[in-house]
């Protein structure tokens, strides 16, 4: 507790000069009535004291609860920015536009009537049928022609006919026997080796179902081994409609009897091959 005489002249020395000390008195009363009001502070500013003493800990959760969420919000601000890079190298690494779904567009023909409809129709089961027609044809002249005995050769008859493929010439002639073939005076085995060569030969003689019916002796010069087996079977396909010129028909439709013109292209000048030309050079 403050005694009253000390607070009284507190107030004057810091406001008033010591002379007017004399009519302030009987306002002395204020300050008296006031000092219980003071007291009550003073009194309870030992509880004020005490009680930040005692909620003390209890503020420090409250600081502790403070910082916890300080870092909850830093950590969902810190997530997009980590989804956002993954998601743009996606972005990079994926191609434009594949993630979107095709979409069909219908043709924008006009849709057809009935009647139009069943005419395309019919032109198409037409078509079909004249295919098979013409597949059933070719099968039946392949039957007649595997089923058509061959004509009969006089003992000694010869038939002379010439083949050529590319730069080969074969001259090749047919006469009665049981089917042998000689190449240069060598079997058609040792001078074609390949199957396929020995297979283009005997074609004509296999289709027309000579085969086995008659010897054929050929002379055969000039070229490589792919033209002299073309000129070959060009120069037998010619001896057989000598044989049985019925036979033409299956043999031209067969393509035996077209003399094949392809060539190898003639070099020009100033090309490395026909139409190859040295490279080019800006510098």
């Known amino acids: ?41 003073a009194e309870e500013a030992p509880q004020a004291e005490e009680t930040p003493a005692e909620e003390a800990p209890a503020e420090e959760p409250v600081a502790e609860a403070s910082e916890e969420p300080e870092p909850a919000a830093e950590e969902p601000a810190a997530e997009p920015v980590a989804e956002k890079a993954p998601a743009e190298e996606k972005k990079k690494d994926v191609i434009p536009g594949a993630d979107l779904e095709p979409i069909l567009v219908e043709p924008e023909g006009r849709e057809l009537s009935a009647e139009e409809r069943a005419r395309v129709e019919a032109e198409e089961e037409e078509e079909r049928l004249r295919r098979e ?11 007649e022609a595997a089923s058509r005995a061959p004509a ?68 055969v010069h000039g070229g490589g081994i792919s033209g002299q087996a073309g000129a070959v079977r060009h120069g037998i396909a010619r001896a057989l409609t000598e044989i049985d010129p019925e ?33 080019f050079s800006k510098r």
């Open 152 to 219: 009969k050769i006089e003992s000694g008859a010869r038939f002379l006919a010439t083949g050529k493929r590319k730069r080969s010439i074969a001259r090749v002639t047919l006469l009665p026997g049981d089917g042998k073939i000689e190449v240069n005076k060598r079997s058609l085995e040792e001078f074609f080796p390949r199957p396929l060569h020995q297979t283009m030969a005997r074609q004509p003689l296999t289709v027309s179902g000579y085969e086995g019916n008659v010897d054929v002796r050929i002379r």
């Open 1 to 41: 507790m403050i005694p009253e005489d000390e607070q009284t002249p507190e107030t004057p020395d810091e406001n008033t000069e010591p002379t007017a000390e004399a009519p302030e008195e009987p306002q002395a009363e204020s300050p008296v009535e006031e000092t219980p009001a003071e007291e009550q502070p």
């Open 247 to 279: 036979l033409r028909g299956d043999l031209k439709r067969r393509g035996f009897l077209t003399r094949d013109a392809r060539v190898k292209e003639r070099r020009k000048a100033g090309f490395k091959k026909a139409r190859k030309k040295p490279q």
């Open 133 to 143: 027609a013409e597949l059933a044809a070719a099968d039946e002249a392949e039957a």
